[in-house]
């Protein structure tokens, strides 16, 4: 990057923590209708600081939920134009009697700053707009055309920019998008996500008597839902994590060749990844495969919860008439989510136990993603990565989903840049959660950077 833009973010570190500080005191939990003012606000926060970093047109869109921030600087003709995406809106802290510090009250510790939102992904997006901010100021222009689309629901499924992404092409239209919402492999190491798997969450719900029933007088002739649906999610899957959904496998691409070897080299030990991030007694999953194929490049399907019958202190000897349960499913390229959701219903219906009757409900799906790595921008930005962090940046997918992508692939037609600057250790959706302060300052710079060489 240029020696003045870099001299620009140095100089004015401590502001931009001093603001980092101000974004995170918000608690905008976009799940909590308590929050709701709290998320407005957090949204006149990013446009009041998109504004002063120079971007132009600039709105808080109104939508069913919590609003969504545009804005743009269009000024760069002949230059790719970057499609920026972040969100403002941030998970419940709690428990609370975790945090060492209060989760809204941003605290400086070990190089680090500690706040709900400060890795996910206020600090992340923030980085984007103080790049903006920097290049402004040291050469009064933009070397690309940049728009912004800043939402508040994506902890809560982010339905509203969903449909403003399909009804708004034409505003959104771009050449690539630009996200910062991921994390580096290793600290030190560049790192561009370019697979994200997709996600099916369902839910079951099993209902057996009419009511529920004394256990002495009915139980051995009446159908108990909780046992039911137990039987029921237990053959779902094998001892060796391989799911028994017929056709599950049929069309997952295998990793190729080249990926293997390059995760090969990854920084990984799993013994380390058992006991720090784990912290189990043992791995499971299928046989045969490596810790990152299996969490990268398989499909999987989980259970997250279960509730049904009698659960409150002591003794009540009840036979439920009702359960539910939470499964979710990601899949990998090349799977198509009708597809599997029709399978699993099927599976589900043909093993649903005697005397118990199942309904499966889908609360949400969306397909796996893939990007190119040698599409001209994803190098653009890998060479950026390297220019800034020193070393060369590596190529790696995530087991988890970030719909939105799906919908610039869709609605847009364009690829989008992973390039995210957490750590595995920052705790997202958990108690102390932190981000690195030379992170924070690494990813402004590299962002500009980007900008610098994508517009060159």
């Known amino acids: 990057m240029s020696e003045a ?137 933009l070397p690309v055309n940049l728009k912004f689309l800043i939402e508040g629901e994506e902890e809560v499924g982010s339905e509203s920019v969903a449909k403003f992404v399909a009804e708004s092409p034409a505003k959104l239209k771009a050449d690539v998008a630009l996200v910062s919402d991921t994390e580096l492999f290793a600290e030190g190491l560049p790192t561009l996500c370019v697979g994200l798997r997709g996600l099916i969450y369902t839910e079951i719900e099993a209902r057996g008597p009419s009511r529920d029933l004394h256990s002495g007088m009915y139980g051995g002739a009446a159908p108990n839902a909780v046992f039911g649906l137990v039987e029921l999610l237990a053959k779902l899957k094998d001892k060796n994590g391989v799911i028994q959904i017929p056709g599950m496998y049929d069309d997952v691409t295998p990793p190729t060749a080249a990926e293997q070897h390059s995760w090969a080299t990854l920084p990984f030990d799993e013994a380390d990844f058992l006991k720090n991030e784990v912290g189990s007694k043992c791995l499971t999953g299928e046989l045969g495969r490596t810790v990152l194929e299996r969490t990268w490049a398989r499909p999987t399907l989980e259970v997250h919860g279960i509730a049904g019958g009698f659960t409150g202190a002591g003794a009540k000897t009840v036979i439920p008439a009702k359960a539910t349960a939470k499964v979710s499913m990601r899949m990998v390229p090349d799977q198509d989510p009708d597809k599997i959701i029709a399978a699993y219903k099927k599976f589900v219906a043909d093993n649903t136990p005697a005397g118990i009757q199942t309904e499966v409900r889908i609360l949400s799906a969306g397909p796996a993603i893939s990007v190119n790595p040698e599409h001209h921008a994803i190098e653009v930005a890998a060479q950026a990565f390297s220019d800034i962090l020193g070393k060369e940046t590596v190529f790696i997918r995530s087991g988890g989903s970030i719909p939105i992508v799906g919908d610039f692939a869709k609605y847009l037609g364009i690829p989008t840049i992973l390039m995210g600057f957490g750590l595995p250790d920052d705790g997202l959706h958990s108690p102390n959660e932190k981000y690195k302060l030379a992170n924070y300052y690494a990813g402004i710079k590299t962002i500009a950077h980007f900008f610098e060489k994508y517009g060159a």
């Open 5 to 141: 833009t870099n001299a620009y973010v140095e100089s004015n570190q401590t502001r931009f923590l001093e603001e980092l500080k101000e974004f995170l005191r918000i608690p905008s939990v976009s799940t909590l209708p308590e929050h709701f003012p709290d998320v407005h606000r957090a949204a006149q926060f990013v446009g009041d600081h998109m504004k002063s970093a120079g971007l132009e047109n600039i709105e808080i869109v109104a939508t069913e939920k919590h609003p969504l921030v545009y804005a743009d600087w269009l000024h760069a003709p002949g230059k790719p134009t970057v499609l920026c995406y972040g969100h403002y809106d941030v998970q419940p802290p709690d428990p609370l009697n975790e945090w060492i510090t209060p989760p809204f009250e941003p605290t400086l510790r070990n190089g680090n700053i500690y706040a709900r939102g400060s890795a996910d992904d206020k600090g992340q997006m923030y980085m984007q707009i103080k790049a903006v901010e920097a290049l402004l100021a040291v050469n009064k222009t």
